[in-house]
């Protein structure tokens, strides 16, 4: 694991497609999956890198064992519990289940953050579904960015926790054809809605980082 302030970090498929994300504090890497989190070591962003041969690959078992990781940051369950919140994967474990250290990695509390129960496993766990059954169709990989925004102005707390609660989720997928596809999704309301990059790179900006696609 490395550990850098005001990090800029670039990943790529062969295509050449890439993202850049500016100014997190942290960033943790597990080979395909990477997160990274803000200065109080709450979750940020998880990117995913994944190919055709990969998803061919997906079989769906699950590691299931929520751990901490370092830097350790504020994360256990005890604060979940009768919240009315769920530890919310950002990289879904049913899309790591290629390789199983990378599913054990999915399960660190560094790819998650609370998210509404009803939200988490309902339209937004379709919106997962529905990226691999895409990538399966196009017989394609891509670069998976999933990650959440919180609202600066008055931060809410899960349970006198140091737990930050998102006002929202928002998932990108980079295609090798250059097609991107955006989501946002409310913690508040569970609502998914398709958006556009721009809006996305906007919203990113409350938390201080800064996603650059090109």
Same mark, same amino acid.
């Given at each position: 694991?490395? #550990? ?12 050449? %497609? ?12 597990? !080979? ?18 994944? +190919? ?8 769906? !078992? ?12 504020? $994360?256990?369950?005890?604060? $979940?519990?009768?919240?009315? =919140? ?5 990289t879904p474990s049913n899309?790591?289940? =290629? !390789?199983?250290?990378?599913? $054990? ?9 609370? %998210? ?13 579904? !529905? /990226?691999?059954?895409?990538? @399966? ?6 670069? &998976? /960015?999933?990650?959440?925004? =919180? ?20 998932? /990108? ?14 913690? #508040?309301?569970?609502?998914?809605? @398709? ?8 919203? +990113?900006?409350?938390?201080? &980082?800064?996603? &650059?696609?090109?």
């Amino acid at each position: 694991m490395k #550990v850098f302030f005001f990090l800029l970090f670039l990943t790529s498929l062969t295509f050449g %497609q890439t993202v850049k994300i500016e100014n997190a504090s942290f960033t943790i890497k597990h !080979d395909d999956l990477t997160f990274y989190l803000d200065s109080d070591t709450n979750t940020l962003v998880s990117v995913h890198t994944i +190919t055709n041969e990969e998803i061919n690959k997906l079989d769906g !078992d699950r590691s299931d064992k929520w751990h901490k990781e370092k830097p350790f940051g504020p $994360y256990k369950k005890e604060p $979940y519990v009768n919240s009315g =919140y769920d530890l919310g994967h950002l990289t879904p474990s049913n899309i790591t289940s =290629y !390789d199983d250290t990378l599913n $054990y990695h999915s399960f660190s509390y560094f790819n998650q953050a609370p %998210q509404l129960a009803g939200f988490n496993r309902g339209k937004w766990s379709r919106l997962e579904k !529905d /990226v691999v059954k895409m990538l @399966k169709s196009r017989k394609t990989g891509g670069i &998976i /960015v999933t990650g959440v925004i =919180y609202d600066t102005d008055k931060v809410p707390y899960l349970n006198k926790s140091r737990i930050k609660i998102p006002i929202m989720f928002y998932k /990108v997928v980079i295609l090798p054809n250059n097609e991107v596809l955006c989501w946002t999704g409310s913690n #508040v309301n569970g609502e998914v809605i @398709k958006t556009e990059l721009n809006n996305i790179v906007t919203l +990113t900006k409350k938390n201080k &980082i800064k996603l &650059i696609f090109k």
